[in-house]
T-cell receptor, first 114, second 116 residues
């Protein structure tokens, strides 16, 4: 079962920042927070991941609270092409043959409007 | 394009027929995953390979489903005696797993199965 809770849907105006929240109150010390998104009729696409520090890349920023029980994905200047389902995933990392597979929940359907 | 490739992209079949999907991962990726996604839901894990070894299988993978990765490169997912409930998008993903690397998954665009 997914270990995260996300709002079902959100709207954002084009050009504005999109802030997508995620709750993961049962996260453990060796679990990372991952974000993927899925644009209609495509496979999921990796966005960003983090353990406890805030992270930024060319796509987005990830803000993780100090207690690690929640996080926010920020798309700084949303465009129409950012309309997608965004999945927040808690994933264990370990140095063995375990699959470290992703367990997807329902995600947040972000609609960017002109 | 050197991304994950899946074939066929669309398959329509009659109930009771067998279907096979192929996944070509990114070259040199040692891990390969199969997921299933139904309309309005997030992808669900089916099975995972490290090189040619199938190391994990979900309880969703009934005995009508079989997956192989014979030479540790491409993989096939076969569904025997298809049922209408098998209608879904079948997604393949690959990653390179090395020590100290959390291993981002790269997904293909999926193979959509419709069972009539």
């Amino acid at each position: 079962d997914a270990k995260t809770t996300q709002p079902t849907s959100m709207d954002c105006a084009e050009g504005r920042a999109a802030n997508l929240p995620c709750n993961h109150s049962t996260i453990s010390g060796n679990e990372y927070v991952y974000w993927y998104r899925q644009i209609h009729s495509q496979g999921p696409q990796y966005i960003i991941h983090g353990l406890k520090n805030n992270e930024t890349n060319e796509m987005a920023s990830l803000i993780i609270t100090e207690d690690r029980k929640s996080s926010t994905l920020i798309l700084p200047h949303a465009t129409l092409r950012d309309t997608a389902v965004y999945y927040c995933i808690v994933r264990e990392y370990s140095n063995n043959n375990a699959g470290n597979m992703l367990t997807f929940g329902g995600g947040t359907r972000l609609m960017v409007k002109p | 394009d050197t991304g994950v490739s899946q074939n066929p992209r669309h398959k329509i079949t009659k109930r009771g027929q067998n279907v096979t999907f192929r996944c070509d991962p990114i070259s040199e990726h040692n891990r390969l995953y199969w997921y299933r996604q139904t309309l309005g839901q997030g992808p669900e894990f089916l099975t995972y390979f490290q090189n040619e070894a199938q190391l994990e299988k979900s309880r969703l993978l009934s005995d009508r489903f079989s997956a192989e990765r014979p030479k540790g490169s491409f993989s096939t997912l076969e569904i025997q005696r298809t049922e209408q409930g098998d209608s879904a998008m079948y997604l393949c993903a690959s990653s390179f797993r090395s020590y100290g690397d959390a291993g981002e998954l790269f997904f293909g665009e999926g193979s959509r199965l419709t069972v009539l």
